[in-house]
Structures are given as C-alpha cells and as structure tokens.
C-alpha cells in the first residue's frame, strides 16, 4: 500500500451522503499500481459549508472530482473550465484549477464499445441533475435525439431547451415514450415505469443495489447494458489521465473490486 509523507499528493471527490462511495478505493488501488504518490479521500460537505470548503478544496487538491449534488454549482468556483464541460453546464473533474467532465468522456467511449454508433437512435434520459446532462450531451453529440424524463418538469424543460440551443433535437416526454437507449441517472427507480425499459441498449450511472433492478429487467429483454460501476470506473481512469498522465486500465479496477465484493 501507499505511504503517506511531506510529499503525498492530496485528491478527493467532493459531495454530500456520499458514504457509499467506491472512489477512494478505486484512485487509492491505482495510485499505487502506478507509482503515484497520492492519496484520494471523500469529502462529504453540507450544502450550509459548501462555500467555505469548495475553494479550499480546489485550491489544496492535485485532483479533485465533484459529484452530487455540486456538479453544477461548483463551475461558480473556477475561472476556467474545458469547453465541452462549459456547454454542459457541469463538472465532475478539477485539474490544476481547470473544470472538465470525464462522465462525458466515459459514457460517450462506453457506447461506442457496445453500439459502434448510434447516429439516428433515440434516447430516453431519466433525471435532469449535472450526470443527465453529461450523458445527454454525450449521445446527443453522437447523433441521437433525446428524451428528458423528470419528477420535476420545469429542469427537464430546462435541459431541454439547452440541448436544442446546442443543435441537439431534444424534447420532454411526459408520457411513456419508446427509445432504443435507456439512461437511468436518479437514485430512486420506483417512478420508472418497467414499460419504459426497452430497446438495445440501458444504461445505469448509479450503482446502488437498489438500482441494480433496472439493469436486471434490460437483461431479461435483450438489451445490452453499461453499469454504473463501468461507468464509474472509466471516468475515474480518465480523471488520473487528467491528474498524472497516466491509469490503470478499465478491466485491472473492475477486476480488484469485484474479487473484493465491491460489486453486487
């Protein structure tokens, strides 16, 4: 394992509830395999102390991620963040004071292993939170039209309208609508209707055991599915790339989480 010292480098992911979070063990597991001298910690902050710690954070960390529900509100900290993460309008990755969103990179490299291409094919996003958009933005610059699922309409109508001003074709859909691409992006799936769960491919970012019900029926019908740990996965690879220059390979961190019981 890794020894801590004067000259560890300090990482992190900044959030709130997030006990259940694998990212720890996943950079700390890769920092040692390549020879990083690093250690990532969770920071669990309140929404009452986010703005005292946001920019101590950002100002402290060699890398820092941002998940929920700061994805959006942390952009408010930085004075530079990557194009692509800009039109987003979320950040899940801090370099060197730079935003950027490796959930976007992520999903968009784990599609196109599993589908090729997607030019043409519809997608039905649940949520509108900064991970749907990052999702949305990715198949939407893929060439898929995209469907926004949300408790609260006002935000779907929100995404929606920002994905149309960006050249994707993007609507509400209020009712039970058919896609070939299903994106679960919300903790709780008892508002997702089964009938909704069809077509080629689902997707799951999240990666509770509670969730794991929606990839289980996709399977039962054909679908192809991407979990929420692959996806998980794949963007922390690609934070480290951001971070030091170099990762594991996808296949190496999965592989140590499953033979420890870190996947159900």
Not at 136 to 158: Q, W
Request: hydrophobic content about 45%; glycine content about 8%.
């Amino acid at each position: 394992m890794f020894e801590i010292n004067y000259f560890t480098k300090l990482t992190g992911v900044l959030g709130q509830n997030i006990q259940y979070t694998l990212s720890p063990v996943i950079h700390n597991y890769s920092f040692n395999k390549i020879g990083v001298n690093a250690v990532y910690l969770a920071f669990d902050v309140s929404e009452e102390k986010f703005n005292k710690v946001a920019q101590a954070l950002i100002d402290l960390c060699a890398g820092l991620n941002v998940t929920i529900p700061y994805k959006e509100r942390i952009t408010n900290f930085l004075d530079e963040i990557d194009e692509k993460a800009r039109t987003i309008g979320a950040v899940n990755t801090i370099s060197n004071g730079k935003g950027y969103n490796t959930d976007y990179v992520a999903v968009q490299s784990l599609v196109l292993e599993k589908l090729k291409h997607i030019d043409g094919y519809s997608c039905l996003v649940f949520g509108a939170g900064g991970a749907a958009k990052a999702v949305a933005f990715a198949l939407g610059d893929l060439g898929c039209s995209i469907f926004v699922h949300n408790r609260t309409p006002k935000r779907g109508e929100l995404l929606v309208d920002m994905l149309n001003r960006n050249g994707i074709k993007a609507e509400l859909a209020k009712e039970y609508k058919s896609a070939d691409i299903v994106v679960n992006t919300v903790p709780v799936q008892n508002f997702i209707n089964p009938a909704y769960v069809s077509g080629v491919l689902a997707i799951d970012l999240l990666y509770s055991p509670v969730n794991t019900k929606f990839l289980r029926l996709a399977k039962l019908r054909g679908m192809k599915t991407i979990n929420g740990v692959e996806v998980l996965v794949r963007q922390a690879m690609e934070s480290e790339k951001l971070w030091f220059g170099k990762s594991l390979s996808d296949k190496e961190v999965v592989a140590y989480l499953d033979a420890r019981k870190f996947i159900w």
